[in-house]
């Protein structure tokens, strides 16, 4: 028999529990049990005024933008409307079923005023890093390190060189162009100038590192190795060197927030470079998991730095004929240990050994005597070279995927594979906001599985 459906459409009163509709393994269920917004108004006191009208509630805003970011909603004029419809994001959000949802604009006026100024996206990341800590899901021993680059909201067609473009016209009045100013006039911006910028948002940077160029910001994240939680992120040029320099921010900022100091960092050849390897070895005494970037290697059949053996006590290396290279030989005016501009110490041969050695050819067939390059680094890049030949650095090879996948989810799964908002600041709140999403997801699925009996479809 065909079934009807006789409820009455027109029935004046309804008992209805928001909380009993929400399911218990709900995404946002779980993610709630961790999220601890308790100390956000105290956080922000500071930046609201004790008189006139009464503001959007900031633990709304937060929640709204969890939800958008949990969920890859990142238009506000849309996350406001799915806030307003769908009863689970209502409940996350406190509104009951009549509570009202703020006016997209109202909300992203709020979202780049006081937002910004009081860091409070920075706030809440801490603050769910402090719970992952709290859950055990942070030991402090191994931290991965990684850049990704991901798309600025500008045209790639639309670009001039840096010094054709005339700022002072009041159509480029935007907010991107005041923080690029501002970034200019404060030397904020890196050193080598990029081949042309964008109009829109000039902070963007023009990159081909993933192929065809674009405009492009950088998200690092520096993760814990125990279970992938992201314990830092910055938002920097896509440019590698503010990438590796970003790590010494992050590293040391997770050390004054939660007192956590790795034992080993791991990250790719990127961060390999000798000055970068001595702040941890030296400085931090972090040891380094991570393949030396070394050019010193020949491939013309001569002999290599590798070949040559290095006698820290004495300050000299000896040639495979026996010899040796000092910093300290006398040479055609060449000053003795003077460290180079490139941070470098050049060890010579002498002419005499040279000369009439056998092994010239092997060595040094178009110059009349050896010279061996060596970083003022290269005891640090040596500690790097000992550890990647220990099983532990297999271990954290493998480990390293663990912060490559978080991209991965960050682009397939919460689909911020472009950026919406423009500007350095706009780049680092959208990075802030995606990695919170993350760790919260990160949590809810690996401790916030309600017991099997409250599951959707499981018999009690
Ligand atoms: S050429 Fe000079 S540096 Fe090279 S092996 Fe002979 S003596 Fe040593």
């Not at 459906?5 to 928001?18: I, P, R, S």
């Not at 000369?355 to 970083?375: A, D």
């Not at 070279?385 to 090879?397: F, L």
Request: net charge neutral; proline share 5%.
């Amino acid at each position: 028999m065909m079934g009807q459906k006789t409820g009455d459409e027109t029935q004046l009163f309804y008992a209805f529990n928001l909380d009993e509709y929400v399911p218990e393994n709900h995404l946002l269920r779980r993610i709630d049990r961790f999220l601890d917004l308790s100390k956000l108004r105290q956080h922000l006191a500071d930046y609201y005024s004790h008189t006139g009208r009464p503001s959007v509630d900031p633990e709304l805003m937060i929640r709204m933008l969890i939800v958008g970011y949990c969920f890859a909603i990142r238009s506000e004029r849309r996350l406001c409307d799915e806030v307003h419809l769908n009863l689970g994001y209502r409940w996350f959000c406190r509104l009951g079923l009549e509570g009202e949802v703020p006016d997209h604009s109202t909300f992203s006026k709020n979202r780049h005023g006081r937002f910004r100024e009081s860091d409070v996206l920075r706030f809440v990341f801490d603050e769910v890093v402090r719970s992952c800590m709290r859950e055990g899901l942070v030991k402090g021993e191994g931290f991965a390190v990684d850049a990704s680059v991901m798309p600025a909201n500008a045209n790639w067609r639309e670009g001039v060189a840096p010094d054709e473009v005339d700022w002072t016209d009041p159509k480029h009045n935007t907010r991107a162009v005041r923080e690029y100013l501002a970034a200019l006039d404060a030397g904020e911006l890196p050193e080598v100038s990029p081949k042309k910028v964008s109009l829109t948002d000039p902070m963007s940077r023009w990159t081909a590192a993933t192929g065809p160029a674009f405009y492009a910001y950088s998200t690092n994240y520096l993760a814990d190795m125990a279970c992938g939680v992201i314990v830092d992120v910055e938002a920097t040029h896509a440019h590698r060197i503010s990438e590796v320099e970003s790590t010494k921010v992050m590293i040391d900022r997770v050390e004054e927030q939660f007192g956590l100091k790795p034992e080993r960092l791991i990250g790719d050849t990127v961060y390999g470079a000798a000055p970068m390897l001595s702040w941890l070895v030296d400085e931090k005494g972090i040891e380094p998991h991570i393949p030396v970037w070394d050019k010193s290697e020949r491939h013309d059949g001569t002999f290599s730095r590798s070949d040559f053996q290095w006698d820290e006590a004495a300050d000299e290396y000896r040639c495979p004929g026996g010899k040796l290279l000092r910093s300290r030989q006398r040479h055609r005016g060449y000053k003795p240990g003077t460290v180079t501009r490139a941070n470098t110490i050049i060890y010579r041969a002498s002419e005499l050994d040279c000369k009439p050695c056998p092994l010239k050819q092997q060595c040094c067939p178009n110059v009349t005597f050896r010279k061996i390059v060596r970083s003022v680094h290269e005891a640090a890049r040596d500690v790097a070279r000992q550890i990647a030949k220990t099983p532990e650095y297999q271990h954290s090879y493998y480990q390293r995927r663990k912060v490559e996948m978080l991209f991965a989810h960050l682009k397939c799964v919460l689909k911020v594979d472009r950026l919406r908002l423009r500007g350095l600041s706009g780049a680092k709140d959208e990075f802030i906001l995606a990695a919170t999403a993350q760790n919260l997801r990160k949590m809810a699925n690996l401790i916030g599985q309600p017991p099997p009996a409250h599951r959707i479809g499981t018999p009690a």
